[in-house]
């Protein structure tokens, strides 16, 4: 059954190619929104699976109809896809709920390889955008808080977030709170972070992050 999806961009041309081209790859293009208030109104009527939304739009802008889209279409995806690579773009979208953020100078099939990646539960980040939040995430702004780059290189980006995560005692649930997916996803990134890391429980998960801190 094909993905549907809800583009949300202020530029007529960027919705048409994106409507176009995701349509040629199988996407069903349910709807598309000028501003983020628009893209709101049209989540709770559509209910898409995904929704891709630009963060730089008149009226309320992407970060700011971010946590509202979550909250109108409880069920979908939301993917940033921007012209800005700013680090405080990314992590205010991600701590908003996004599970990608996206530049729009991607190639057309790396945008639709993330966008289908998405849809089966994995985290969408651009390569360098991915880069600057390993770094973030591997230097940690708490001290003894971030991933030594032996643990960091070995998991994707959601996992080190969950990782985190479950390193500040939060269960199943309210790691799928935090994150704004369902408590199956996070359980399959922990299982595949377990398995990456070659340890068979979470506890031993956070007994090789505390080691690899020293």
Do not use: W
């Not at 995806?77 to 979208?93: I, M, P, R």
């Not at 990608?100 to 993330?114: M, N």
């Not at 808080?145 to 985190?164: C, F, H, N, Q, Y």
């Amino acid at each position: 059954m094909a993905e549907r999806i809800l583009i949300a961009d202020d530029h007529p041309l960027t919705r048409g190619a994106l409507a176009a081209l995701l349509t040629q790859n199988g996407f069903l293009v349910v709807g598309e929104a000028a501003d983020g208030r628009e893209a709101i109104e049209c989540a709770r009527d559509l209910q898409p699976d995904l929704i891709l939304l630009d963060l730089s739009m008149p009226d309320v802008d992407g970060l700011q109809a971010l946590p509202r889209l979550r909250e109108a279409a409880p069920g979908c995806e939301v993917v940033v896809l921007t012209a800005s690579g700013t680090e405080e773009n990314l992590l205010a979208a991600i701590r908003g709920g996004a599970a990608g953020y996206l530049l729009k100078s991607e190639p057309p099939e790396r945008i639709v390889s993330f966008l289908r990646g998405v849809a089966n539960g994995e985290a969408a980040l651009s390569g360098s955008i991915a880069r600057r939040l390993l770094d973030e995430v591997r230097s940690g702004k708490g001290g003894q808080s971030g991933v030594p780059d032996a643990i960091a290189s070995a998991l994707s980006a959601r996992e080190l977030e969950v990782l985190l995560l479950l390193d500040e005692h939060l269960g199943t649930d309210q790691i799928a709170k935090r994150l704004y997916i369902s408590e199956h996803t996070v359980r399959s990134h922990v299982k595949s972070l377990l398995r990456k890391l070659g340890v068979s429980s979470r506890r031993d998960a956070l007994e090789l992050l505390a080691n690899a801190r020293g």
